[in-house]
């Protein structure tokens, strides 16, 4: 008589951000032969994200790229990975869907008894859950009132890599790699009938030794993936984490006419989502019986897809007056970019803060020395739509400086940024039902009912123990929702 349907549910959980400090000591480099340190650069990832009952286990792995100059005043390079594992504390169960994000807020050097590079890292968990949603779609032998309900679900998810390469020849006699930092930005991602199209582009930068002096290559390269995802369809929302899986440096060319050649492999975690309609009981009505009804609410986010923009930032870094005036800029070897924020402003913009992180190693009269600096920016990313939740992620794809004073440096920033949206969807709905008594018929030839304001048959029927067409064959002229006062007469025909 009374028939639910099951439904397949998403809901979405952030996890409080977790700090963890990452001291690493690496063997097999005399600290007393380091004279300055230029650059330390560090990326984060997660290798894997295991959910289990009111907490989530994270194994990830820190890069330290560190360029240097040694006694003899010649810039030299290292590359260090530290294995780290986390627990994050929050509402997680066995068999959640889990994406870890892990930005490096601080980097330092000690240089003591031994070379300590230490990385303070702040690490986020997002959580998709699955769950079972039983919904009333079928009462036999009943007046029934139905709306449409959006129920968002999490239909797959899928983790692929991607490889890419790309040379450039860069002349001259390249005496050493100082280091390698590549980054990805997706620029779209669509969902196709059984997968998804991916567009996005690597950009890296190497720093290396050329001729006795340090030099930089940025590089930029597009791909274009198309991943198999089973279940999707071209009407779902696709969600991508994309991160270098590994990069490398591979010196060419002939002597005195050098090529450098990049190579490596982008690792993305697809997942589609789908916000679906679907017709559901509101409420119901037994002419014979009283029902018995319980109603649940459930509150979900439906992911609506990513959009993808370029936008420019800029910023100045200074040298104080104890430092030697700067006398030109040589390489900028990494940059990294941290939204920190992201809302709507009074006036309807959605706005996004965050800072651009990057160290420049620059020329002076004592020959290399560097800065490092930190870029606040605030970008307006379009009109916010009504109810709407907002995101951003960012990546940047090139940045520059020129020296525009004796120790101030001008740093422009290009960034690709991923503009996520969301909407809160409340369900209200009937989880079970019973038959009651049977309800006891009125006797009286004639009733009259006056309705409140905005009622709809159903509360007509259930005041008049009458069914709908009974109703109507008397009150042709009833029109819903009924506006306050309305009268409503039903005559009975008791034989």
Not at 32 to 60: F, H, T
Not at 90 to 98: A, M, S, T, V
Not at 156 to 165: H, I, L
Not at 420 to 439: P, T
Request: with cysteine; proline share 2%.
């Amino acid at each position: 008589m009374f028939d639910f349907e099951k439904f397949s549910s998403a809901r979405f959980y952030v996890a409080e951000t977790v700090e963890k400090v990452i001291e690493f000591s690496p063997q097999g480099i005399d600290v007393e032969n380091i004279s300055k340190v230029l650059s330390l650069s560090v990326d984060a990832k997660c290798e894997s994200a295991d959910p289990y009952s009111g907490y989530a286990e994270i194994a990830g792995r820190a890069n330290f790229r560190l360029i240097y100059l040694d006694k003899e005043n010649v810039a030299k390079g290292v590359d260090y990975n530290a294995d780290f594992t986390a627990r994050v504390d929050g509402d997680f169960e066995e068999g959640d869907n889990l994406v870890c994000d892990i930005h490096v807020a601080e980097a330092e050097v000690g240089a003591k008894d031994s070379l300590t590079l230490t990385a303070a890292l702040e690490i986020c968990v997002k959580r998709t859950r699955s769950e079972e949603l039983e919904l009333l779609t079928t009462a036999e032998d009943c007046y029934v009132s139905k709306r449409e309900a959006t129920i968002p679900a999490f239909i797959a998810q899928k983790v692929a890599t991607s490889e890419f390469s790309d040379e450039q020849n860069v002349g001259g006699e390249i005496d050493g790699v100082l280091s390698i930092n590549a980054s990805v930005a997706v620029t779209e991602a669509t969902a196709t009938e059984g997968g998804a199209s991916l567009k996005s582009t690597v950009f890296a930068v190497v720093a290396y030794v050329k001729d006795g002096g340090i030099a930089s290559q940025n590089f930029e390269i597009p791909l274009e993936d198309e991943i198999s995802l089973e279940g999707a369809t071209e009407e779902d929302a696709i969600k991508v984490q994309a991160g270098i899986k590994n990069a490398k440096v591979i010196l060419q060319g002939v002597t005195g006419d050098n090529v450098l050649r990049i190579e490596g492999e982008v690792v993305y975690k697809i997942q589609a989502y789908r916000c679906s309609k679907t017709e559901i009981i509101d409420d119901v009505f037994m002419l014979s019986n009283e029902l018995l009804l319980e109603r649940a609410n459930r509150r979900m986010n439906c992911y609506l897809g990513s959009v993808y923009q370029s936008e420019a930032v800029s910023g100045i870094a200074l040298l104080g007056d104890n430092r030697p005036a700067a006398e030109s800029v040589v390489a900028l070897p990494y940059a990294r970019c941290y939204v920190a924020k992201t809302y709507v402003s009074e006036d309807g913009e959605i706005t996004a803060e965050g800072v651009v992180n990057t160290d420049v190693i620059y020329t002076d009269e004592n020959g290399y020395n560097s800065v490092r600096t930190e870029i606040p920016f605030s970008i307006s990313l379009g009109r916010a739509e009504e109810g709407v939740e907002y995101s951003a992620d960012c990546t940047v794809t090139g940045i520059n400086a020129k020296l525009r004073r004796e120790r101030e440096f001008e740093i422009d920033v290009n960034l690709a940024v991923a503009l996520a949206k969301y909407q809160e969807k409340e369900c209200e709905y009937i989880s079970s039902v019973e038959l009651g008594e049977e309800r006891q018929k009125n006797t009286s030839a004639l009733s009259m009912y006056i309705a409140g304001e905005g009622e709809e048959m159903l509360d007509v029927c259930k005041a008049l123990y009458a069914m709908p067409d009974e109703i109507l064959a008397q009150n042709p002229d009833l029109v819903f929702p009924m506006k306050e006062g309305e009268e409503v007469v039903y005559f009975r025909n008791l034989k």
